[in-house]
């Protein structure tokens, strides 16, 4: 069995097992490995799975705790998936992501830099500005965290003017 059938052997059984966290894992083998057709469906597969565990835990009213590697797995799959939203000016979307994404982990910090989010892509504010003038990505890149969790005084003010209720 060559290299690529392996990988598509272990995507498969990682699919099969709705194993987020170990599609995760094969992430770098499959940049290396797969064509551009094959990986995107390797991303599909990860959404899906991401999209099925948010249903079921929205339906069982259960918050995800980040620091179980399925949850976390599946809240990092779920941010990126809204940033590709905001990144492609879908800010309405976006939006709305951020903010079921705000109240879907018991993170409190998670949660409250995700209202940053939400905040700013309802108020309309593009990701470009959201990311220069509200996130400080030198501070979070020092964080360590997937999702940006550090911003700079705009973005209290933000806060502060926003008529959605923060709390």
Same mark, same amino acid.
């Given at each position: ?48 799975? &991401?999209? !099925? ?11 995800? +705790? *980040?620091?179980?590697? #399925? @949850? ?48 700013? &892509?309802? !108020? ?11 996130? +400080? *990505?030198?501070?979070? #890149? @020092? ?25």
């Amino acid at each position: 069995m060559n290299e690529v059938e392996k990988l598509k052997q272990e995507v498969l059984q990682a699919q099969q097992n709705s194993d987020i966290a170990s599609l995760y894992v094969l992430e770098q083998r499959a940049h290396d490995t797969f064509d551009e057709k094959t990986l995107q469906a390797f991303y599909m597969n990860i959404l899906d799975i &991401a999209l !099925e565990r948010l249903t079921d835990a929205l339906e069982a009213h259960r918050v995800m +705790d *980040i620091n179980e590697v #399925q @949850d976390f797995a599946t809240l990092r799959a779920l941010y990126e998936y809204a940033i590709e939203h905001y990144s492609a000016g879908k800010l309405h979307d976006a939006s709305a992501l951020f903010e079921v994404l705000s109240g879907l982990s018991n993170d409190k910090k998670f949660s409250s830099a995700l209202k940053f989010h939400w905040i700013a &892509a309802k !108020e309309d504010i593009s990701l470009d500005d959201f990311l220069s003038n509200i996130a +400080d *990505i030198d501070a979070t #890149q @020092d964080a360590g965290t997937f999702y940006i969790s550090c911003f700079n005084e705009k973005a209290q003010k933000l806060l502060d003017n926003s008529k959605i209720d923060a709390e």
